[in-house]
């Protein structure tokens, strides 16, 4: 199982843009790369995943370089409510695999 | 998208009684279930992986007579914590896959409030 490195805590303000970088050294060619969001007392909810290049939805978008080693979840124009403990993951689908949480970016947004 | 419920959301419990979680997946027919484990400001910890009809598997340190699992069926599987504790009280969360896109992706339940008094 890849392991991931994040940042344990960052602070911005409404209406910035976030980013938010992970690194995973040792992912594997069937690894996709995922992020969850938290909110207290709630279970993770899913943001958005990729395997290379960049990734958009209506919430986020993620990128990653050619070497897989690393990606980044950019959150535009972020506002009170996206205060949460983001999660990178990195999940393998060629089988029903676990998934190892780290520790999480635990994000605070400002007025 | 595929939905997880969790039932019950919260429960109270005294010292030395058994408490069962439920977790049901709505709209899909989930082959594997995990059960998770969250303490205060803390990440998920990942308990034990249960296929249906099969004995669930118990990560390290994941005391199996403690919190057994049963998914007996495709869409429930439930966690009991027997003879629950104070050091037990935490925040249970349970998630499926077998569900829509990715075969094997997760789908996480709302979780459930473990406090034992």
């Known amino acids: 199982l890849a392991k991931t490195t994040q940042p344990i805590s960052m602070d911005s303000y409404e209406g910035q843009e976030v980013n938010i970088t992970c690194s995973h050294n040792?992912?594997?060619?069937?690894?996709?790369i995922t992020w969850y969001q938290q909110f207290p007392s709630q279970g993770p909810r899913f943001i958005i995943q990729?395997?290379?290049t960049k990734v958009t939805n209506e919430v986020a978008s993620l990128f990653i370089p050619a070497d897989r080693k690393s990606s980044t979840l950019s959150l535009p124009r972020v506002s009170l409510s996206d205060t949460a403990v983001y999660y990178c993951l990195v999940v393998t689908y060629s089988s029903a695999s676990k998934i190892i949480f780290g520790s999480g970016t635990r994000l605070s947004i400002r007025p | 998208g595929a939905v997880v419920s969790q039932h019950p959301s919260w429960v109270i419990c005294k010292s030395g009684t058994s408490v069962k979680i439920e977790c049901r997946s709505l709209?899909?027919?989930?082959?594997?279930m995990f059960w998770y484990r969250q303490f205060p400001k803390q990440s998920l910890m990942l308990m034990a992986t249960s296929n249906e009809g099969s004995k669930a598997t118990y990560e390290q340190g994941v005391e199996k007579d403690k919190f057994l699992i049963n998914h007996a069926s495709l869409t429930l599987s439930t966690l009991t914590v027997t003879s629950a504790h104070p050091e037990d009280s935490s925040f249970y969360i349970c998630s499926a896959s077998g569900g829509q896109g990715f075969q094997y992706e997760q789908y996480f339940g709302p979780g459930t409030r473990l406090t034992v008094t």
């Open positions: 040792n992912i594997a060619t069937n690894d996709y």
């Open positions: 990729g395997y290379k």
């Open positions: 709209d899909f027919q989930a082959t594997t």
